[in-house]
Each structure stands twice: as structure tokens, then as C-alpha cells.
T-cell receptor, first 114, second 109 residues
Framework: ETGVTQTPRHLVMGMTNKKSLKCEQH?????MYWYKQSAKKPLELMFV???????ENNSVPSRFSPECPNSSHLFLHLHTLQPEDSALYLC?????????????FGQGTRLTVV | EDKVVQSPLSLVVHEGDTVTLNCSYE??????LLWYKQEKKAPTFLFML????IEKKSGRLSSILDKKELFSILNITATQTGDSAVYLC?????????FGQGTRLTINP
């Protein structure tokens, strides 16, 4: 266990559905991240939150909507997704952005859009 | 644009062999280089390197950074089947961690 918990672990949704991914960390970290990992592609950074403020949005389509109510929780709200959005979505946390410490990852949510 | 390139993309060796994985990078405001091992889902942290020429070691794994030539290597000696995984290299710039494509390492018994 890394101290970062993601739920659900697997999700199958239709293109018209709305769902949310949840990430929780109790490591006392102030930065949280969403990454997308598609087959045969590098981990792609989607969003960065530092002290609950969004500091990075890596040109992510608006059908992905992040929410960070506090430093321990991060959500990714999904609506009207496309089949090409099927991927492993990983949450990570670190002490703060740009810090000298490593990021810890959750187990990920395997998302399939049908 | 920040960039991290790993090589080889895939490597198959026999148990007991020694392997060297490569990571080269271009990033503004370099802070650190990190190696992760990803077996099923969550990448797990291996090493963080910030200074050139200082080897980090953990059991059969070791890594070193060359900030002048902008690369790092990860060595695994006396490989075991449990070392089979994707090894990810990531570089931390001013605000974000940029990952390479990963090297898929397969250790055959």
C-alpha cells in the first residue's frame, strides 16, 4: 500500500453516462495529480492541484472535470466520454509541486468506455 | 517541451543476467529524476536522483545520474523473475513530473 487509495478499481461506462473517480491520501501531502495511462503510451499528466488550487491543466478535454475539495481528496468527474478515453487513470500525491520528494501513486482505475 | 526518452522499450533476458535501462531527458528547471517499477497498476518508487555521479543502491538495483549528458541508467544485477515489470523514468521540472514511455523488462526462468 502506498497510502494513496483510488476507487473504483474498475469502471465500465457508456458514452452518455456520468461517473466520478475518487482519490484519497492520508500522507499529509499538499499536491495531487491525475495521470492517464493508455496502452503503449507514456503516463500523461492531466491535472495538478497544489494546496487545493489547480496549477496545471494539460489541455484536457472538458468532458474530464477535476475537483479538489481539500488536500486529501481529489475527484475526476467524467461525462460524455469517448471510447478512446478508455485507459488506466492514476492518481498520485507528493509533498508539494516542484518539491524534492517522490510522488506516490494509487492503484489506478481501469476505465472502459463502451 | 519537456521530454523523457527511455530505451530499450522492451527487453527479454534470462534469470541471472544483468540489465541496464537507459533514460535521457530534456527539461527546463531540472529538480530530480525518479525511477519507478510498475508491475500491475500502481508505479512504486525506486530511486530519486538529484546529483550527478552519486550512485543510489538498493539490493540488486542501482542507479546513477549524469546531469551534464542528461541521462540516467538503472542497473539490475542477478535478475530474478520477480523483476519482470515496466520500469518508468520520470523527470521533475519546476511544476510537474514528466514520464518516459517505460521499458518493459521480462525475465525468463
Amino acid at each position: 500500500e502506498t497510502g494513496v487509495t483510488q476507487t473504483p478499481r474498475h469502471l465500465v461506462m457508456g458514452m452518455t453516462n456520468k461517473k466520478s473517480l475518487k482519490c484519497e491520501q492520508h500522507l499529509g501531502h499538499n499536491a495531487m495529480y491525475w495521470y492517464k495511462q493508455s496502452a503503449k503510451k507514456p503516463l500523461e499528466l492531466m491535472f495538478v492541484y497544489n494546496f487545493k488550487e489547480q496549477t496545471e491543466n494539460n489541455s484536457v478535454p472538458s468532458r474530464f472535470s477535476p475537483e479538489c475539495p481539500n488536500s486529501s481528496h481529489l475527484f475526476l468527474h467524467l461525462h460524455t466520454l469517448q471510447p478512446e478515453d478508455s485507459a488506466l487513470y492514476l492518481c498520485a500525491s507528493s509533498q508539494e509541486t516542484g518539491s524534492w520528494t517522490e510522488a506516490f501513486f494509487g492503484q489506478g482505475t481501469r476505465l472502459t468506455v463502451v | 517541451e519537456d521530454k523523457v526518452v527511455q530505451s530499450p522499450l522492451s527487453l527479454v533476458v534470462h534469470e541471472g543476467d544483468t540489465v541496464t535501462l537507459n533514460c535521457s531527458y530534456e527539461v527546463t528547471n531540472f529538480r530530480s529524476l525518479l525511477w519507478y517499477k510498475q508491475e500491475k497498476k500502481a508505479p512504486t518508487f525506486l530511486f530519486m536522483l538529484t546529483s550527478s555521479g552519486i550512485e543510489k543502491k538498493s539490493g540488486r538495483l542501482s542507479s546513477i545520474l549524469d546531469k551534464k549528458e542528461l541521462f540516467s541508467i538503472l542497473n539490475i544485477t542477478a535478475t530474478q523473475t520477480g523483476d519482470s515489470a515496466v520500469y518508468l523514468c520520470a523527470v521533475q521540472g519546476a511544476q510537474k513530473l514528466v514520464f518516459g514511455q517505460g521499458t518493459r523488462l521480462t525475465i525468463n526462468p
